[in-house]
């Protein structure tokens, strides 16, 4: 339990911004596109910087400094449109909540091979995970507010699933050591 601890942390925070982005979902876009943008924008300059104040040029350096370019300009359009970084913030999001729910599911049948209690309930989180990953999938071009909103509803029910099945996780670990 003890060496879970930061899993089980972790999880209850990405569910708490679930919530948190489902009930603010608007107000949620316009900051997290403001957040993104700056990351990139802080990032590419210490990668530039790092880049000069390293000793040796690589061969690559000019391919560097483009590519650092790239991303302040991605960092700028993503800073300044938010419903473009809605669209494909939601397609990376849901096929990471997809993918994440078929590798729950697979928790869950072996919670059932194990014969741990409750088994189906990761099973069930695992399926509705999939349909709004799914749901979320087919209308990423919509309105960001419904698609914040089905994507924080993925989150909480991701995060949900993170705690099952790293509590069954647990279970079956000590299954198998007996």
């Known amino acids: 339990m003890k060496k879970r601890l930061p899993y089980y942390i ?3 925070l990405t569910l708490c911004l679930g919530v948190f982005l489902f009930s603010n979902a608007e107000q949620s876009l316009e900051i997290l596109s403001k957040i993104i943008g700056v990351v990139c924008i802080i990032y590419a300059i210490a990668r530039t910087i790092s880049m000069f104040v390293a000793k040796k040029r690589e061969a690559l350096f000019t391919l560097g400094i483009i590519i650092n370019i790239a991303i302040v300009v991605l960092g700028v359009l993503i800073m300044t449109n938010s419903f473009g970084l809605s669209a494909i913030l939601g ?3 849901a096929i990471y909540i997809l993918l994440d729910a078929l590798w ?3 928790i869950a049948f072996a919670a059932k091979k194990f014969s741990l209690p409750h088994w189906y309930i990761l099973l069930l989180i695992s399926a509705v995970n999939i349909i709004i990953a799914i749901v979320a999938l ?3 071009s919509s309105v960001a507010k419904v698609s914040i909103q089905l994507i924080a509803l ?3 029910c991701d995060s949900v699933l993170n705690l099952l099945s790293l509590a069954f996780q647990s279970k079956i670990d000590k299954s198998q050591d007996n």
Request: zero cysteines.
């Open 91 to 93: 397609l990376i999001i």
């Open 104 to 106: 729950k599911l697979r």
């Open 154 to 156: 993925g989150i909480v």
């Open 138 to 140: 087919t209308n990423v």
């Open 10 to 12: 972790a999880y209850i």
